[in-house]
């Protein structure tokens, strides 16, 4: 039953995280310079999202096969391609390149 | 909701949304199965997807009491992920609405994904169908595909092979470009990305994109002294009022207005 408290106490701070931000923002008034760096850090917080998620596996370089995805993806998006080819392509090049053993 | 959805959205962006969901069911899947075969209860993958319900830390805390790890050392490296969340609502906090309910649920469906999603529409109600659809659509798909998983998921094998690990950073490139092409947040994420990668190989999941905030510090720096160098190279993008050098001197308040990383945005797709 240890797991399941930790689930639960898990999810019970996942959400206190994501309830702060709409509570807080409901009762003060940020001033639109504050708003503005608010929405950069959004921004600054999925572009390493992107790097870490693209790049790493737990402490260390993931193989070549994801990165190579995740570029043409990016590539495909930078080209204004339809977002089911930039998130498909990206999918099928890892997986094609995996399929070569390519890790 | 399904009329509102035909006649107020961009059917394109319920196809994307729907997309997303699909590609997150399969990593459901892929978790299910995967926490059943670290040998973890059948039950503990659906509670953590329903409770939790943040991929990442899922990954990290199977990972972790699978290989006998303390279920306390899992709960804080999951915390250490998820705090993320702080700052993204924050940002997004307002597409909620107003009243306790919808803030109640709505920050339940808070992840990525929905963030992303959101940040990549331009007009309020656009974000707000965004963000309600995007996560009611993944919160579903999500708990479906990791029941799904968890109780037939070895049929599926390993997900990898579909190369499901990079349609992650793919949709979030897709969806961040918009903003990208304003200057000051482009300088903003280039330095937060290269603090994370920096952090990365040394400190626990979670910690360098938290690190990577840092970055603002560029954001901030050039909201005080707009660099005129890297406005002209935009301006051919926002053909606003810009034009004009000498029209931002004393207008400092519109002026942040347009830079908005969340507003200055072209219609997405």
């Avoid at chain 2, 690190?211 to 005080?224: K, M, Q, S």
Wanted: hydrophobic share 50%; proline share 5%.
């Amino acid at each position: 039953m240890r797991l399941a408290m930790a689930s639960v106490v898990l999810g019970a701070g996942t959400y206190g995280f994501r309830l702060a931000g709409p509570l807080l923002k409901a009762r003060v008034r940020l001033s639109p310079r504050l708003e503005r760096l608010m929405g950069t850090a959004v921004v600054v917080l999925l572009a390493a999202l992107v790097a870490t998620s693209g790049l790493m596996d737990g402490h260390h370089f993931t193989g070549p096969a994801r990165p190579a995805g995740v570029a043409v993806g990016a590539l495909l998006a930078w080209r204004r391609a339809p977002f089911a080819l930039v998130v498909v392509a990206a999918a099928a090049t890892t997986a094609g390149l995996r399929l070569l053993a390519v890790p | 909701m399904r009329s509102i959805w035909r006649t107020l959205v961009n059917p394109g962006l319920a196809r994307d949304i729907a997309l997303v969901c699909v590609a997150d069911a399969l990593v459901g899947v892929s978790f299910g199965a995967i926490a059943v075969g670290l040998g973890l209860p059948l039950w503990l993958p659906v509670l953590m997807s329903l409770v939790v319900f943040a991929g990442a830390a899922q990954f990290l805390f199977i990972g972790i009491v699978g290989a006998g790890g303390s279920p306390v050392a899992a709960v804080a490296a999951g915390l250490l992920v998820n705090a993320r969340h702080l700052p993204f609502g924050f940002a997004v906090g307002d597409v909620l609405g107003t009243g306790w309910l919808r803030r109640l649920a709505g920050s339940h469906l808070m992840v990525d994904e929905t963030v992303a999603f959101t940040l990549a529409q331009d007009e309020p109600r656009r974000r707000r169908l965004a963000y309600w659809g995007c996560g009611a659509g993944l919160f579903a798909a999500w708990n479906l595909g990791v029941l799904a998983g968890a109780f037939g998921g070895r049929a599926v094998g390993n997900t990898d092979a579909f190369g499901l690990d990079a349609a992650f950073p793919a949709v979030l490139v897709a969806l961040l470009l918009p903003s990208l092409r304003d200057v000051t947040t482009r300088k903003a994420a280039a330095a937060g990305v290269a603090v994370a990668l920096i952090a990365a190989p040394w400190l626990p999941a979670g910690v360098p994109v938290l690190l990577a905030l840092g970055g603002l510090a560029v954001a901030r720096h050039g909201g005080d002294a707009r660099q005129e160098p890297g406005r002209q190279r935009d301006s051919g993008q926002s053909r606003h009022r810009d034009q004009d050098p000498s029209r931002h001197r004393g207008e400092d308040r519109n002026h942040d207005h347009d830079h908005g990383p969340t507003r200055k945005r072209e219609a997405t797709r």
